[in-house]
């Protein structure tokens, strides 16, 4: 009886695609509003990261993150806007393709990580093979702009 009403929820795409954009915004919001001081102001931790702790691990490397303060400051506004827009569901595949370009730099920099990192990367994959879902404002958007032909 509790299967089969579990089942019914998983087989209501809408709901799982919410669940997906909700899990992937998550993380990335987390990590984004603790770089922040106030408006616009980023804290001295995020910059201090960028400049002494976080490396880029490629080949022949590691390497030091060029232009620190604008790295952290673009990191920042992405871990901000991106989850702000999967939540609502608006500019979904866009959110998705800058969460999942997130994800890659986020690998290159913490190559331990690769399982939640692959995670990430299945969920932004997903959102934008299979879009925001009827629970989105991009669906709203959609049915205003192209209304059905009756």
Known sequence: MLAGKAIHLVQMPSLVQLVMRLA???PFWK???LKWEGFGRLNDTAVTLFTDEFMLHLPGG???YPLPTVMAFMSGCGEITFPVLLVLGLATRFAALGLLFMTIIVELTVPDGWPIHLTWAAMALGIMAWG?????ADHLVRGILLPKHR
């Open 24 to 26: 992937l915004a998550v």
């Open 31 to 33: 990590s984004g509003i």
């Open 62 to 64: 590691p390497y030091h």
């Open 132 to 136: 925001p879902g009827r629970i989105s």
